[in-house]
């Protein structure tokens, strides 16, 4: 099998304000089929913030990004996992082999 597993090392940095990446979409690219996006969500998370639980939320949404993370590098010393840390929850691209 073809595989892209170099896909996220080989993406250029680009240090322009999140605004303007965005609004191009030139600078977007698709995940290849060999990659997976796991999505990590605290449920009622929006209920929790509303009733003063915003650290608990922020606790366990972080709490998911280092599990992600210690689970594959107990396996992968090297391996890069890109993520998004959106507060309530977290987004990884995360190649097969892992």
Do not use: C
Request: hydrophobic residues 40%.
């Amino acid at each position: 099998m073809n595989t892209t597993k170099s896909f996220y090392q080989s993406l250029r940095t680009n240090l322009a304000p999140v605004h303007k990446l965005v609004s191009n979409e030139k600078l977007f690219h698709n995940v290849p089929g060999d990659w997976h996006v796991v999505v990590a969500d605290v449920e009622n998370s929006t209920q929790a913030v509303e009733s003063g639980f915003h650290n608990d939320v922020n606790l366990a949404a972080t709490g998911s990004v280092v599990t992600v993370i210690n689970e594959i590098k107990s396996n992968l010393k090297n391996a890069e996992i890109p993520y998004f840390f959106g507060g309530d929850g977290a987004t990884f691209l995360i190649h097969e082999s892992y």
